[in-house]
């Protein structure tokens, strides 16, 4: 099956209020999850049945409220530390029909009071923040993904920087693709989790918790 196949399977319709959060992104520059990308991870998420999803790096809330949007029993708690992405993410979530799904927090998820979270274990953790502290919110979050849980990580290509020698890495780049590069490797080597890679969007890894 082709890179084109997978996306062809796992397209699905976007309304009118997540087209203007996608317009919203490209004209301000948010990075937020690529259609096929975030496609194929709601996808899963399907068939996972995942009803309370943790999310690192909220951005302007888009993926929260996708995820949310999958059925009305899924939860999202959402951590996001930027203040101006935060004040808009709280917007679209009260102008969307999730509001009561959505719960976002503004922190620093490496210095955040887990003990604040509405759930002690979560169905699902999607990893969507600052590339090169990958290990530090998998570290921090991964014990509150339950047995059977998902953990996703997103952007694992980085632009396809990842997929490059590094002498063609720019230099302020190197750290954060060496960090992703160890991370992957951790986690595809970790016995606690089942770990497949999809190449679609920017690279998504998706480990399953043992």
């Not at 989790?193 to 690279?203: E, V």
Request: net charge negative; aromatic share 12%.
């Amino acid at each position: 099956m082709t890179t084109d196949d997978l996306q062809q399977l796992f397209s699905s319709h976007r309304t009118a209020f997540f087209h203007d959060m996608e317009r919203f992104a490209e004209e301000h520059h948010v990075p937020i999850m690529r259609p096929e990308g975030i496609d194929a991870f709601l996808q899963l998420l399907r068939v996972q049945q995942a009803r309370t999803i943790l999310e690192v790096g909220s951005a302007i809330g888009y993926s929260a409220l996708r995820m949310a949007s999958l059925h009305p029993e899924v939860h999202v708690s959402t951590i996001e530390r930027d203040e101006e992405r935060f004040k808009t993410a709280c917007n679209y979530i009260q102008a969307s029909e999730y509001t009561a799904q959505v719960q976002i927090f503004h922190a620093d998820a490496l210095e955040f009071d887990i003990q604040t979270l509405p759930y002690e274990k979560y169905d699902a953790l999607f990893i969507d923040a600052a590339k090169g502290q990958y290990q530090l919110f998998f570290d921090r979050y991964a014990p509150l993904v339950k047995p059977g849980g998902v953990i996703y990580s997103d952007n694992i290509f980085l632009n396809g920087l990842t997929q490059v020698p590094m002498d063609q890495v720019p230099r302020r780049k190197r750290t954060m693709v060496r960090k992703l590069h160890a991370f992957t490797q951790q986690l595809q080597q970790n016995e606690q989790y089942d770990s497949y890679f999809f190449p679609l969007g920017d690279g998504l890894l998706v480990s399953t918790k043992r």
